[in-house]
């Protein structure tokens, strides 16, 4: 008979070894306790044992607090190293990939050499630290949307639609539930669903109101389009909007991108220098299988998703730069979108367009006017006398004579 096991919610969550602790905090114990007992080893001679139990107070009190201590989920001495590291870091980082260009030596000197001061700003004006560059996990996006995380492998990233599943009969719940449970038992690697809110920008669709309310039949449609349009800004200025997007995140390591022999290592010195040859054209080879396997699992995904009702949309390379500039700055008033210039692309202003003709002084000095369909000019009114003479003139009668209306500058249709 079958019975149900509780899951912990935390997957990585460490194994307990010995009572309710893990290798960890025993290690941490357990080098305490022996650098406790060298030191006592080494002053038994000459320290009496009450004072040393008072020296051992503290380090036994720091030993675990290190090993149990807790804040906000992360261990006490995870939480130390990454104090050290945060200490050792530089405090300006720039996004510069190609690296830092060092200052000219004059202003190096200058900036240097500056008079001491009192204060805090003093202080800081004589920290000449140069910047360094910021490392983020991502190397590169290709024009797929795969994401280049070096040695870590390559990542994908795609839209999920979403579900109501309240509002599902029960037999269509567990047809739901069925369906997730197969994609579940399919994966091979790991997957992160994220479910991230941002701003939600209702520009666009004010824009489209009030564009379109002109084009309406009837007055009323368009002041109701108008009036919602109202509504609409009203409500983006008063409150914040905010929109959830459900995001599937695949991602794949570069399985034999670095071969090593089978202690995990290279084998000498020779060999290593010829396997760094040929470590480019590996990686590559590499990156690419990497990628035809995310693309096999995206597929994979969509096939078995869709029965329940959620459609898989792979972004491209524009989508995905923008969730990840999103994701670096969730605070910002302007969401990123794939519409936006990269940090490297050169923005140039768009070439004016050509101005049209002045209908009153057209060239070589001849006068016009706008009348649709003809454009009377200078020349007009000798070609209607030319018309009128040929039609005045009998035909087979002899030769014309002209008249005193056709004597030039008589024409009271002519122009001057």
Not at 257 to 276: E, Q, V
Not at 281 to 292: C, E, K, S
Not at 296 to 317: C, F, K, S
Not at 367 to 382: K, V, Y
Request: glycine letters at 8%; charged letters at 20%; proline letters at 9%.
């Amino acid at each position: 008979m079958t019975h149900p096991v509780r899951i912990p919610a935390d997957i990585d969550r460490e194994d307990r070894l010995l009572g309710n602790l893990t290798a960890r905090q025993l290690l941490i114990l357990a080098a305490a306790g022996a650098l406790l007992y060298l030191a006592w080893l080494l002053t038994a001679s000459f320290v009496p044992l009450p004072l040393f139990a008072l020296g051992a107070v503290p380090v036994v009190v720091t030993a675990a607090v290190l090993a149990l201590g807790q804040r906000d989920g992360l261990s006490l001495d995870r939480l130390l190293l990454a104090a050290a590291r945060q200490r050792d870091t530089p405090r300006r980082q720039v996004s510069a990939p190609e690296g830092i260009t060092p200052p000219p030596a004059w202003l190096t000197d200058r900036a240097t050499h500056q008079p001491e001061q009192t204060g805090r700003r003093g202080r800081d004006r004589q920290n000449t630290e140069p910047p360094a560059p910021l490392r983020f996990p991502t190397r590169d996006v290709t024009h797929a949307g795969m994401i280049d995380l070096g040695a870590d492998g390559v990542a994908t990233v795609a839209v999920a639609s979403t579900v109501n599943f309240a509002l599902r009969t029960p037999g269509e719940q567990e047809a739901l539930v069925a369906a997730f449970a197969r994609y579940l038992h399919s994966l091979t690697s790991g997957v992160q669903i994220l479910v991230r809110a941002e701003r939600l920008d209702l520009s666009a669709q004010i824009h489209e109101l009030h564009a379109a309310a002109t084009a309406l039949p009837h007055p009323a449609l368009a002041a109701a389009a108008v009036e919602h349009a109202g509504y609409l800004g009203q409500l983006a200025t008063d409150t914040d909007l905010l929109h959830r997007q459900v995001l599937l995140v695949l991602r794949e390591p570069l399985a034999g991108s670095t071969p090593a022999d089978g202690l995990g290592a290279a084998a000498g010195a020779a060999r290593h220098r010829r396997r760094t040859r040929d470590s480019q054209r590996a990686a590559d080879a590499a990156r690419r299988a990497a990628q035809v396997r995310l693309v096999r699992r995206l597929a994979e995904a969509a096939d078995l998703l869709a029965p329940a009702g959620i459609v898989i949309t792979p972004l491209g390379a524009g989508a995905v730069t923008g969730v990840l500039a999103s994701a670096c700055n969730p605070a910002g008033l302007l969401s990123a979108s794939e519409d936006l210039a990269a940090p490297d692309d050169i923005i140039t202003a768009a070439e004016p367009e050509p101005a049209p003709p002045d209908p009153i002084s057209a060239p070589g000095g001849r006068r016009e006017t706008t009348s649709p369909g003809w454009i009377p000019t200078t020349n007009d009114g000798r070609r209607r006398r030319a018309s009128r003479r040929t039609a005045r003139r009998p035909t087979g009668l002899g030769p014309y004579t002209p008249e005193a209306s056709d004597a030039p500058g008589t024409d009271e249709d002519s122009w001057s």
